[in-house]
T-cell receptor, first 122, second 107 residues
C-alpha cells in the first residue's frame, strides 16, 4: 500500500527542538521528492522545505532556513524534519507530502502523511 | 514570494449545485497551479494539477481551468462527500505557496 506514516503528537517547551519522522512505503523511495508543510490553527498551509530523496539535495523556505533541518535514512525509507528554537507560534499540524514531477520540478503533492501535531507550550 | 488569493473564503451550497472557486496569483505562473481538498481532521488530497489535469481517482465532476494569474475550480454537481475546504497552490517557484482556502458548507 502506497502511504506515508508519520510519528505521533509531541509537546515541547519554548526553546526546545522537535523531530518528526515520515516513513514511506509502497513505492520506490528514491524516485520522488519529499516536502514538509505545516498548518497552524486558523492559518493557511505553509510550505517549509523539501528534499530530493534520490540526490540528497535539500532546500528550505527562507522563513524557516535558520531553524529547520530535513534529513533522511534511505535504507529505512524515512524522512525527518527537525525544527529548533520552538515558540508558541510553531504549534501546528506538520505534514510530509510526496512531491511528484511536473513541469520540471517535483512540486505537486500527490501523497500526504496523516499529520503530526506539535504543541509548544510552557 | 508569489501570493495566492482565493475567493470566496467560504460558501454555502446544496447537493446538486454547481460550485465555482477562484484563485488568483500575484504574478504570472503559467499553468503551475494545483488544487487540494481537505476534510476535517484529515490531510489534504490532490484533486487537480497543472491547472486542469484531474488526478487519478478523482471524480469527473471536478474540473479546473485558467492560466497565467487567474484560475478556477468547478464542481459540476456538489455531492455530500464534497463538503470540505479547498486550497490552491502554486508550483511555479520556491517558496511554494497556498491560497487561504475556501470552505464549502451545506446550505
Amino acid at each position: 500500500q502506497v502511504q506515508l506514516v508519520q510519528s505521533g503528537a509531541e509537546v515541547r517547551k519554548p526553546g526546545a527542538s522537535v523531530r518528526v519522522s515520515c516513513k514511506a512505503s509502497g513505492y520506490t523511495f528514491t524516485t520522488y521528492a519529499m516536502h514538509w508543510v505545516r498548518q497552524a490553527p486558523g492559518h493557511r498551509l505553509e510550505w517549509m522545505g523539501w528534499t530530493d530523496v534520490g540526490k540528497g539535495y535539500t532546500k528550505y523556505s527562507q522563513k524557516f532556513q535558520d531553524r529547520v533541518t530535513i534529513s533522511m535514512a534511505t535504507s529505512a525509507t524515512t524522512v525527518y524534519m527537525e525544527l529548533s528554537s520552538l515558540r508558541s507560534e510553531d504549534t501546528a499540524m506538520y505534514y510530509c507530502a510526496r512531491g511528484t514531477l511536473w513541469g520540471g520540478q517535483p512540486y505537486v503533492f500527490d501523497l500526504w502523511g496523516q499529520g503530526s501535531l506539535i504543541t509548544v507550550s510552557s | 514570494d508569489i501570493q495566492m488569493t482565493q475567493s470566496p473564503s467560504s460558501l454555502s451550497a446544496s447537493v446538486g449545485d454547481r460550485v465555482t472557486i477562484t484563485c488568483r496569483a500575484s504574478q504570472y505562473i503559467t499553468s503551475f497551479l494545483n488544487w487540494y481538498q481537505q476534510k476535517p481532521g484529515k490531510a489534504p488530497q490532490l484533486l487537480i494539477y497543472a491547472a486542469s489535469t484531474l488526478q487519478s481517482g478523482v471524480p469527473s465532476r471536478f474540473s479546473g481551468s485558467g492560466s497565467g494569474t487567474d484560475f478556477t475550480l468547478t464542481i459540476s454537481s456538489l455531492q455530500p462527500e464534497d463538503f470540505a475546504t479547498f486550497y490552491c497552490q502554486q508550483s511555479y517557484s520556491s517558496p511554494l505557496t497556498f491560497g487561504g482556502g475556501t470552505k464549502v458548507e451545506i446550505k
